[in-house]
């Protein structure tokens, strides 16, 4: 029974885990990695040790260069802080009025008004505004292809444990 609670415990986390690869403020790959310690709860040696060990260095890793990825894009074609704190903004407005593309819209439509707004050119303007809007879709591709597979083997061993 209680294996039953956390399987399904688990599979609502690496859901939210999905989802959170696209919204920001969602941490995605590392609560599909925390979908999978709970099914090492639910059924012991679901995984063998290194497998715990090998996703989440994985997670670690995509989870900092999330982060630092956009940002070092930025800072590569001299974005100014009005660039990278409008492509948050922007980001931010998008999502909450304009969902679910709004937040890439909103990115890129940030990130090039706060840096017409810090006196940039159009054409630079533009620039970092494709550079940061182009690393951030990178991270959330990366971050999806993490969490499927991670939400992957969590429902192949789910299953099997199951029949």
């Known amino acids: 029974m209680i294996e039953s609670i956390l399987i399904i415990?688990?599979?609502?986390?690496?859901?939210?885990?999905?989802?959170?690869?696209?919204?920001?403020?969602?941490?995605?790959?590392?609560?599909?990695?925390?979908?999978?310690?709970?099914?090492?709860?639910?059924?012991?040696?679901?995984?063998?040790l290194d497998f715990y060990f090998l996703w989440g260095g994985i997670t670690i890793v995509v989870t900092f260069l999330d982060y630092i990825l956009p940002i070092m894009g930025a800072k590569v074609y001299k974005a100014s802080s009005y660039g990278i704190w409008g492509s948050i903004i922007g980001m931010i407005f998008g999502i909450l009025f304009f969902p679910p593309f709004g937040m890439i819209f909103g990115l890129f439509i940030g990130a090039v008004l706060g840096e017409l707004i810090a006196g940039k050119k159009e054409w630079e303007a533009l620039k970092i505004g494709t550079v940061t809007f182009a690393a951030s879709m990178l991270m959330i591709f990366i971050k999806l292809a993490l969490s499927g597979v991670m939400t992957f083997y969590f429902i192949k061993r789910s299953v099997e444990y199951i029949f």
């Open 9 to 48: 415990v688990g599979l609502l986390i690496a859901v939210v885990g999905l989802i959170g690869c696209i919204i920001p403020a969602v941490p995605g790959p590392p609560l599909n990695f925390l979908s999978l310690v709970i099914l090492e709860l639910a059924i012991e040696d679901a995984f063998p």
